[in-house]
């Protein structure tokens, strides 16, 4: 698959303050890729970086096709309408709206309501669409459903896999676990100013190992634990249970959360 952004040794300092360290990654064309990491790792400043919208220092950063950016926090005049606004940036950047992608977003819908009319995820939707009126390969999303109730984020879910689905590139910057796992093919984890992991969530569970989460019921209630190996630990677990003389009802293991391996990357451990 062909690379949309290659990003090669980047770094970035505040000050004395150096935040990203060499980072390298690239996202692939037409994937959905994002970028996680804690408060204050550095993903604001690498997507501005990548927009053009920050210098760094050094490093080198390729861009294959045309960029839309949908930043954290805009605004539009209160009584702008959903369309004319659509239409005003459409005209600034010298294209036609495309209409597969407005609606995608469902932007049809709100042409003639005002701005201070929509909801906060109607023009979360409403910034996407001008983000898309450069008519962009690559659509930069920064924490798209941070404030959205489950309805919005459900919805605003949909309409970034439509985008994808018309060939859209998308990267994007989230503090949502289950976002990030229902939505991306690939993440990366930002941490120490570095990519600490890069790939799929399937390969984060396994590049974790083997670690498990152990729930054992009994008639006394549920008890839970995280076992390094399944095998021989699991086992004499159960015979401590017997020695004890409790009964177990039922035995539940999952491979660990990705909330709980972000959490061990992101922190670098
Ligand atoms: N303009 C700036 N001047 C000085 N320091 C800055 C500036 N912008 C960001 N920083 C610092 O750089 C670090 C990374 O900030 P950045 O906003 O990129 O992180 P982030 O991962 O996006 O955080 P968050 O999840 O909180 O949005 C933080 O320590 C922040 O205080």
Request: charged share 25%; net charge neutral; aromatic share 6%.
């Amino acid at each position: 698959m062909n690379e949309a952004i290659n990003i090669s040794s980047l770094t970035k300092s505040y000050g004395t303050h150096t935040v990203l360290k060499g980072l390298d990654f690239c996202v692939r064309q037409g994937e959905i890729f994002a970028l996680l990491g804690i408060n204050g790792a550095g993903k604001t400043t690498s997507l501005e970086c990548i927009e053009g919208l920050r210098n760094y220092d050094s490093g080198s950063i390729t861009i294959n096709g045309i960029m839309g950016i949908q930043l954290q926090s805009a605004s539009l005049p209160k009584y702008m309408k959903a369309l004319e606004a659509v239409k005003l940036f459409a005209k600034w950047n010298k294209t036609s709206p495309d209409r597969a992608a407005l609606e995608a977003l469902g932007i049809y819908e709100l042409a003639k309501k005002s701005y201070y009319q929509l909801s906060t995820g109607q023009k979360r939707r409403l910034h996407l669409a001008l983000a898309l009126t450069r008519n962009p390969d690559i659509l930069f999303l920064d924490e798209p459903t941070a404030g959205l109730d489950v309805e919005g984020q459900i919805s605003l879910h949909e309409q970034i896999r439509q985008l994808k689905a018309i060939g859209k590139t998308i990267i994007l910057a989230s503090h949502d676990m289950a976002e990030v796992e229902k939505l991306c093919d690939r993440i990366a984890i930002l941490s120490g100013g570095k990519i600490a992991f890069i790939g799929t969530v399937e390969q984060l569970g396994e590049a974790m190992g083997k670690h498990y989460n152990i729930t054992i019921q009994t008639e006394n209630g549920a008890e839970r634990y995280e076992l390094e190996n399944i095998g021989d630990s699991l086992l004499s677990l159960l015979m401590q249970y017997r020695a004890k003389g409790e009964t177990v009802t039922d035995i539940q293991i999952d491979r660990g959360s990705l909330e709980q391996h972000f959490i061990k990357i992101a922190k670098g451990d």
